[in-house]
């Protein structure tokens, strides 16, 4: 059935409009707030965005697989289809999700990061969306999978999240159609139907 | 559609068995490809799920379970009348979404915090909450048509009207909606919001009635995000501690039934920071 419904999605796809597709994260905790905005270019998406709330320095900044933001906690790991290891948003190997740090610049309760660039992995639509999944800042700077850290390849050693927010639609209202299709990933989404359990039973 | 198929192999699969059954899976009329890895077989097959779960079984002799799909069924959204995440105070809730197999979308809540009686819920256009809810445009509309009730049909109700749903004399409103119109995966990325008022439907005779049900502004919302399985749960993530999802339902969720090196499963259920492992690639 839902091959079925993938395929008829798929075939209606190409009858898009060419409006450019935007997404939007709107970062928030006690102390922080950011608006992150990102745009479908012919070269990748186009993440543009200010967020204030902490000291000056490099903090990570990843796309989480999930967008269950109830404690920050239940977005899953890194967004990571490929189940490679961590690096630089520049690396060949990484997760789709590794955007690496955000950089904060100021004295004090002044410092803000600004931030515009393209990034040629992560997608609005198709395996690499990253629609309906979070945007995460940590409370530490991402080490790029560079050190000895025992958790370097996995989370570039990032620490705690300190703010998130879930990859919404800005833009066009309509149907993305093909835009959140669910990509499988071997760390997410363990679904059992109930009928299997109630045959083993 | 690609399925994952969880074999109970133990430690380590038999090496015959388990190319015996990468064979007899790649020699089946309508399995596009096979790989095994971790204990999983990742099968890109046009086949019924059933089938394939029967095929490994009976190939192996060991127990299955089918752990995924290539294409989820749930999603989730946070709904505050705050802004993202953290602490708010007001309006709070979760609502789940599930698509069956061929059945209709359903829509499981509870929210805390609302002014009891009816409140209009509906899925709105955009995910945008920059401006809280005043930001998340219209209720979802692809049709372009009149407001509605759910029970309408398609071509007389917007896409993302759910109706009303009831808070009690405590402020708390528990509901789950049946609705065979939206899909769950068009609206990820879009949000839901809890309306001020009664949504009358389309009914009333007011010029928002034909808009929004005059059922008022959003006193709570959140973006409708992906989400693990309504069947995963903390301990089934965190199958990191050797307690396999075959003997998990009869363990506790944590505390002395689980072994001692736990670190993630606890995390995952509320423990510290500290107990950090990097078999949960937080």
Known sequence: MFWYIFVAIVATASAQTDETYRAIAYLRSET?????????TEDGVRVQGWIHGLDAGNYGFHVHELGDIGDCLATGAHYNPDDVTHGARDNEVRHVGDLGN????????EAVAIFDYVDSVIALRGRNSILGRSLVLHEREDDLGLTSHED?????????????????ILAPNGPWNSAARFVLTKSSLILILSNVLANRN | MELEVLVDFGPKPNEETLNETLKKLKNTEGVKEVQYKDGTFMVETVLPSSLVLNMVSESTG???VLQGFGESQSAVASVTSALGCGKSSGVMGVVRFQQTAEGPLVVDGTVDGLKPGEHGLHVHEAGDLSQGCKSIGGHYNPLGTVHGAPTDGRDRRHAGDLGNIVADDMGRATFRILDDVLKVWEIVGRSISISDRRDDLGRGDSPESKVDGASGDSVACGIIARSAGIF??????????????????????????RRSTSPCCNRELGGGDAQKKTCCKV
């Open chain 2, 232 to 257: 995963q749960n903390p301990k089934r993530i965190c199958a990191c501690d050797g307690v396999t999802v075959w003997d998990e339902r009869d363990r506790p969720l944590a505390g002395a039934g």
């Open chain 1, 102 to 109: 955000v950089r904060f610049e100021g004295e004090g309760v």
């Open chain 1, 152 to 168: 370097s390849l996995t989370t570039g050693n990032a620490g705690a999240r300190v703010a998130c927010g879930v990859i919404g």
């Open chain 1, 32 to 40: 922080i707030t950011g608006n992150v905005t990102f745009t479908e």
């Open chain 2, 62 to 64: 060991k127990r299955t």
